[in-house]
Every structure is written in C-alpha cells, then in structure tokens.
C-alpha cells in the first residue's frame, strides 16, 4: 500500500509536466532555461551559457563583474557590439559560435533560437532602450597597478567562475581554462623579452581575438576599467 | 525490501526534474511551446531598402562601416548621409573594407576585406592590421545590408568589380608586402613577387580561379566584350589578362620606357580608367603623378598622349560614357582634373581642397552624367568627405562627411 502510494506521487508529478501545470510551455520560459544551459550548444567541449557571462537583472548582481552587459533591456537596444551588430540575432550568434563553440549559427525560426528571442524579450520591458558602448582596447599595454584587496575582489566577480581558485583552479569551469597565475610560469619562454603581466592583459583586453586563440571572450574598456585591470595583476602578483 | 526500494529512482528522478518548477526538461523544445511573438528577432535598426532612385555607397575602410547616401538627393538639400551600417565578419576587430562592387540588378553588392587596418591592435601575439592574413570577399544583400556570403581569398584585397552579367567577380591583392618581404630575403624575382587575380563565382561566392598577374596589383577593369581584364601594377606596369584562355594567360606591359621595379617602381601605377568607347587603359600611376594610356589594339602604351603635369598623384577616375572627357581626380591639392583623352591635355580643373576635400581618391559620375561624386579620405584620422560636382558649372555643390578613410564610391541601381 505505502509503494502504490508513493508510486502514484512520483507518476502525478510527471504527469503533472513537474511543475504542477499540465498548460503548454510558454517559449519564453523554456528560452530562460536555454538561457542557463550550456548544452543550448551541441559542443562537447563548451561549459559556457548565456549566464556565464550575461547577468540579466537592471544591474549586475553584487559581486560580479561579467565581460557582457546585461541582457535585461537589451532586445530593443537597436544595435549591439558596440554598433556592430543591428540584428539581435547575429548579436547572439557571435557569441553562439565563438564563445559557446555553436558548430553552426542558430536559425532565425528554429525552437531555440525563437524561445531564446521571447525570454530576452520577457527581460526588456523597454521599446527605447538605447545601445551601449562597447569600445574594444586594441593595444595591450601595461597598466598601473592598484592594490591586493580590490584584485581579490576583482577576481572573485571577474575571473573565478571559469578559472576556478587561484593557484589550484578548484572549481574552474572548464579544464579549459588555464590555473592563475600558474599559466604565466611559461610566459617567459613563450613570449621572450615580454612581461607576463602584458600577456595577460592582451588576453582580458582581446580575449580569443586579435590573433590570440583560445575560447575566452573580451572585456571592454566598459566592463573592466583600467584600474581593476591593475589591481587583478597585483592580486596575481604579476 | 529490495522491491520496496525498486521504485525511488523514479521518484529521484521526477523529483529531480521538477526541482526547479520548470515545465521544461532539459533543453529539448518541449512539444507544446506557445510562442508569443510571431515573427521573431525583429531587425534591430531598420534601413529603407534602396528605392528606384538608386543608392551611393562608400567603404569606410578604418571604421569597418559603409556609408549610405541616396542617390537622388544628390544636388539637393537632401544630399546627406542616410546611415551608416557595419560592415564585416567579426564586431570585435577592424576588418578594413576596401573597394565595393555592385550586381547589375542591384540586389547584392560585394566588399573586399582587406584585413589591413594601420592601428588595429598590438600585443604579445602581435600587431593587428598589417595585411598579412588572408583577406574576403563578403556579398551583402542591398536590401537589408545582411551579409549572406563570403569567400576567403590572398591577403590584401584591392579593387573588385562585378561582370556585366553580375556573375563573376574579379578582385586583386595589392601585396606590397608580399613585395617588401621578399626585397628583405634579397629576392629579386619579380615572377615570385605577383600577387593574385580571384575570379569568383558570385552566385557561390567560390574562387573559380587565381591567376598570377604581377606584383601588388590594384585596379581592375574589363574590356567592353569581358574577354580582357587589365590591371594596374605597383611594378610598373599594366598585366593584360586574357580571360578566355584556361588558365588566363597574362602579358605584362611598361607603362614607359623609363620604368623602376617592383620594389623601386619610378610611377607606382594604383587605378585604371578605361574608355568606354576606344577601349583604352588610362593608368594613374602615383609615383610619377602621370596618366598613361595603353592601346588595347597594339597592346602597347602611347606616351604621346600621357596625361603630365598633374600637382599630385592620380587616382581612380571616370569617364563620359561618349568617352569625350575624363575626369580624374588627384591628390596633394586635391582637384578633380577634366581632360581630354585625344590630346591628354589637362582643359580645367575643379578645386575640391577648398570644400574639404583631403585625398580625392575616386569620382564616379552620376548615370545622368550631370555630377561627378567624389568620395576623399580625409586625414585617415577624421572623417573622410564625398563631393557632389556640378560638372557643367565646373563646382562643388554638396559635401557630405562620412566614416574614417573612405576609399570607394559606387552606385547601387540608380536609373538616368
């Protein structure tokens, strides 16, 4: 008796399509799950989501420091990447295809691609919503340095997520991604003559860009200033 | 008790899936997805496509956009820029669009990128824009400015132009690179300098062939029946290209006879005009600030009637379509030169200096041949200008300020 009871709880809530309401899904709803699930990408070798580097509130949560903007506002913004992109779409798939190693561009109407439209739309309650800049630092060059405490700070919103701990890597995202600032000890021979700190800098700056490589995406003069830039290398002791 | 425990990872199981509240179960799309938006990712900024009236396009080489202007707001008030769009394969980086051509229907035009940008980025990993990755050619839907095609190509793209029919494109490498780098391994062979003519299919934006012309060559034109291309070439000569041979064959041609070489070359030939009536190449070579005429008959130049004395290097001009008058912008003073190409004589100029015009670097005319349009490069750190010249009134009459180094200007659709 108590099994067919218990049975009978797990088989209603199944039935029940687990959320207590038997309706139809609405698309903007399953767009929030894609939204946070890495496997909206069929790469074996991607971790990232859209989460990983977009917040999706008016501001950023406290303690976090993203390479994206907030895509709370962001469907009307009527360009992005800094102008450009002007179709939402492409917007997407360019961090779809470079970031979350997409083997090939979502479909302007396939279900994932419509249900991720109708959750960013869900997010952006205005019509008006105006672009935001983007402005790319082209030349990697050093920067002043600031002190430890904020670099911790910077490093716990910025970079842990995907690298993990410092020195250990524990809890990294990925295996991908390199243990800082342990990854610099090769610096010296791959790049004579440069300071490692400079590395590290053209790879915040340019991410997998500007010949760099890799699957890191780029912090913009708007997402991380200079000066936290400097207080990071300080934490790293670079 | 083990039948008793045989049903809890089913429980687990839905309870896991339910944890959050969610509907949905992985990221499969569920079978009853509602859609609230029926026509989804909506254009973010939304361009008029261009109209009967026809279209002007600039590339704006160091800004990575295209500048749109309507054409029959030429001569008017209206002659202002319409929008400025993105143009390029990546957001990220500068691309350097360079030169543009346009499909007879006016449904597609092509942009080479150049991937050369002076000041496109430095690092460890080195410095961006210098020419040395290999360039494209994207095809870009006129209506909606979207690209819908690309085909990788050498590095250094220059001119592209499009076949009367619009299906084949025919664009050069200017790989003056290509050139100072084997200079710098003592090579002297000019065969191994020569950069590549990409004929492309434009309908599948694939290389049907890439056919050794000379070193760093430039401008591009077809001969009226497009059995003939002809080329400029940095190293002192104009390459005939004989496009109904399999492989193209080419012959190369000095532009005078008191030539330099690819590495010192005394005229540096850069753009190429021809006569829509004789046929004839009128190459404008930079070096030595002449116009050189090759006849398409005798494949042969004809000093006599080289256009000299130009105050600074020639570019790429236009001519009338009786062929009676060319007009030929060149650098230094900046001025729109009329001449006429039975004699070469220079019969007058424009001043385009005075209406901030910095670099002139190509006019095309109107299809009612009334204006000359001019586009300059500016300073290459401010914006670039394109000029509406009244060509009967000999003046400026609009002036138009668009994106950083504009380096074309061509016509989309357009009807006299």
Known sequence: ?238 | MRRRRAWVPALVLALAACSDGSKVDGVEPPEDLEYAHPEPWVEGTFIPPPGPGGRILITNSLDDTLSLIELDTVGTPGFKELARVPVGLNPVELEGPHHTAVSPAGDFFYVGISNYVPGGGSGPHGTHGTGSEDGYCLKLDARTHRLVGSVRVDPNPGDVIASRDGLTLYQTHFDTLKIAELARQGITDERRMDARLAIIDAATMSRKAMVDVCPAPHAVRLSRDERTAYVACWSDEVAIVDLTANPPGVQRVKVSANVGTAVNPRHAPYALTLSPTTGEAWVSSTASRQVQVLNPITRAMDPARTVQGLRGPPMFGAFTSDGRTLYMPYQLVDALAVIDPATGLVLREVDLASAGCVNAHQVELTPDERYGLVVCEGDHQGPGTLHAVDLAEGAVVGTVRVGLFPDSVSILGGRP
């Open chain 1, 1 to 238: 008796m108590r099994l067919a009871g218990w049975t009978a709880v797990a088989l209603a809530a199944f039935a029940a399509g687990c959320g207590g309401d038997d309706g139809p899904v609405s698309a903007a709803e399953y767009g929030e799950v894609l939204f946070n699930d890495a496997r909206l990408s069929e790469s074996t070798f991607n971790r990232f989501s859209c989460a990983t580097c977009h917040a999706t509130t008016p501001t950023p949560p406290a303690g976090r420091l993203d390479s994206g903007y907030t895509l709370y506002d962001s469907a009307f913004r009527g360009s992005w990447w800094g102008g450009y992109e002007t179709r939402l779409l492409d917007a997407v798939n360019f961090c779809y295809v470079n970031f979350m190693r997409g083997v090939a561009p979502l479909t302007e109407d396939s279900p994932q691609s419509r249900a991720l439209y109708e959750y960013l739309v869900s997010i952006s309650p205005s019509r008006d919503a105006k672009p935001l800049p983007f402005t790319v630092v082209k030349d990697a060059t050093e920067v002043a340095r600031g002190s430890r405490a904020r670099g911790q700070e910077v490093y716990r919103a910025a970079c842990q997520g995907c690298h993990g701990e410092p020195h250990t890597g524990a809890g990294r995202l990925t295996e991908l991604a390199s243990v800082l600032p342990e990854v610099t000890a090769d610096y010296g021979e791959l790049f004579p003559g440069v300071p490692p700190s400079v590395v590290v800098i053209e790879k915040v700056r340019h991410g997998q860009f500007f010949g760099v490589g890799g699957n890191m995406p780029l912090y913009s003069a708007e997402a991380l200033s200079d000066a936290d830039l400097g207080a990071l290398l300080t934490f790293l002791e670079l």
